[in-house]
């Protein structure tokens, strides 16, 4: 399968693993393969033992547009494998006595220390509810969504269900959010509305787009920040 490091200069960084071609294995795989085992995300990952490569997605926005603080209550949609759920609960200080930090996906996610996981699909009518109970009376101060739906390949249809799932994300955090606080989702390029920017922009002090250097230059996906809530009823 992979060949071992193969050192092609002086230094660390030139180290390339070469996937070799296998009839059992469809091209993308293989590509895949190959991209795992050089992506300098995904050995950080396995050495600090975060879940997913993801997690550096957040540290790296955190670090940069200050999203996380200690004492904050976080809604984390798409959690799995549940990356974002490590760093959200390490900055905030959640423990599993008085647990801050609620995600939810419809794959499993394993049990992360501090953290809520309820295993549904959130569009399902009743999933809304669910993570407000969750929060046990609480508003939220930050929620992510770094979910995104499967693609068909039909690219209409790809389209409308990527708005789909970030407007429900949005009409969430707008429902749970406490004054002040920030939704940050991910978005595809062209694949953000109008009409929600324009609602956001009108809900949240500053809505910026911001594209964490963890993101790979070649997806089009980027995040979209919402900061500084202004509260229901405006
Ligand atoms: C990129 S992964 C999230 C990675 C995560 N942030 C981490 O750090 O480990 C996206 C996740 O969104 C989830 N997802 C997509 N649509 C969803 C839906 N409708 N309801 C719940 N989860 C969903 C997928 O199952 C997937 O696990």
Redesign the pocket.
């Known amino acids: 399968m992979a060949k071992p490091p193969r050192p092609t200069g002086s230094g660390a960084r030139q180290l390339k693993v070469r996937v070799k071609t296998s009839a059992r294995r469809k091209p993308a795989s293989t590509r895949w393969l190959q991209r795992q085992l050089n992506d300098p995300y995904v050995a950080r990952a396995r050495e600090q033992g975060y879940?997913?490569r993801?997690?550096f997605k957040?540290i790296e926005l955190d670090e940069k547009h200050k999203l996380l603080k200690p004492g904050m209550r976080v809604v984390?949609?798409?959690?799995?494998?549940?990356?974002?759920l490590q760093v959200a609960a390490r900055a905030t200080r959640s423990t599993d006595v008085n647990p801050k930090i609620v995600g939810?996906?419809?794959?499993e996610t394993s049990p992360v220390p501090g953290c809520i996981i309820l295993q549904?699909?959130?569009?399902q009518d009743d999933a809304p509810d669910l993570l407000i109970e969750a929060l046990a009376g609480h508003r939220a101060d930050l929620v992510l969504s770094?979910?995104?739906?499967p693609t068909t390949g039909h690219k209409p249809t790809d389209h409308l269900r990527i708005v789909a799932?970030v407007e429900m994300a949005a009409d969430f955090a707008l429902d749970v959010l406490a004054p002040g606080g920030t939704f940050v989702a991910k978005v595809f390029q062209g694949g953000t509305e109008q009409e929600l920017l324009a609602l956001l922009k009108q809900k949240f002090k500053s809505t910026f787009h911001a594209k964490p250097p963890a993101s790979r230059k070649d997806s089009a996906e980027t995040y979209l920040v919402a900061k500084g809530f202004k509260g229901k009823g405006l």
């Open positions: 879940k997913s993801a997690a957040l984390d949609l798409g959690c799995a494998p549940g990356g974002w939810i996906d419809y794959l549904k699909d959130f569009t770094d979910m995104a739906a799932l």
